[in-house]
Structures are given as C-alpha cells and as structure tokens.
C-alpha cells in the first residue's frame, strides 16, 4: 500500500482489496459489539413461548453460526479460526439487547466476526417475531470494544 492511500483496503489505484496480513504476529484478538431489536413488551415477554419456538436459543445460535462464515459474508475479510464467540440477548428499554464477544488467536481482529454475530441474531430474532409484530426494527449496530494488534484497544464511550 502507498503511503499515500488512506485505506488499507485499497490499492494505489483504488482498487478494493484484501489487505496482506502475513507479516504480521498472531496475537490475542478480542471484539465486542452489540445492537438493539426494538420490540412491544408484550413481544419481549413472549420471547421464549413465540409460535416459531424460543426465539432466544435461534438469535444465539445464528449470531454464533453468523460469527463463524463471516469470512464468506463480507468479502474482503479473512478466515478466523474463532476459540469462542458468545452471544446473548437481554430485555432492555423498548426492546432487546443483543451482545456479542468473539475471541481468537490472528494476524488481523475479530471485529467484523462481532459484528456480524450481532447483526445475523439480529435478523433471526427478527424472523422469529415477524409473525406478532412486523413493526420490529434492528438499529445501533456497533463496536463497542476490541483488543489486540498493533493499533491498540478500542472502548467506545459510553452515553449513559
């Protein structure tokens, strides 16, 4: 990459990439993030009894299963071999709280892994209360921390 390009996903000529991560150590990568389904409380009650099934247990496994082909989702990020990814749903003010941690050993960081786990439970708790309410809306996707690497340790801020 030149010096003078700004993103480490393009090349000289503009050109999207993947960046060479090869030289680069393996270090501890750790990458949370979260977002928020915004449901009834009637929905976040029935949550575990909806007519699809436990809608729990299907966002958990699909944030896992999603952090795990991240790699196949988004296109310029790389294989991860992941030691753990955890992702867990909880009430919260108008809706749902999904998590997520993913950790790995890597040359590159887990974040889009994290992200995604979110986004993908995201939409499989959406399908699963589609049926009792079609006005549930996902939002505030994002990183909220990651560790590992060269560039150091992110923690966002938070606005409580």
Do not use: N, W
Request: proline share 4%; with cysteine; hydrophobic share 45%.
């Amino acid at each position: 990459m030149a010096a003078d390009t700004p993103f480490s996903h393009l090349d000289e000529t503009g050109q999207a990439r993947m960046v060479d991560v090869g030289d680069k150590p393996v270090t501890r990568r750790v990458a949370e993030a979260s977002c928020r389904v915004l449901l009834s409380a009637e929905t976040v009650a029935r949550l575990g009894t909806l007519p699809k099934g436990d809608a729990h247990a299907v966002a958990r496994l699909a944030g896992i299963q999603a952090a795990k082909r991240t790699a196949e989702l988004v296109p310029l990020a790389h294989p991860l071999i992941l030691d753990d990814v955890a992702v867990e749903i909880a009430p919260g003010d108008g809706g749902v709280r999904i998590t997520s941690r993913v950790v790995c050993q890597a040359r590159t960081g887990a974040e889009m892994e994290a992200l995604t786990a979110c986004a993908m439970a995201a939409l499989a708790l959406y399908d699963m209360v589609k049926a009792v309410e079609k006005g549930a809306v996902v939002t505030d996707l994002r990183l909220e921390s990651k560790s590992g690497g060269a560039r150091g340790d992110f923690r966002r801020r938070r606005r409580e």
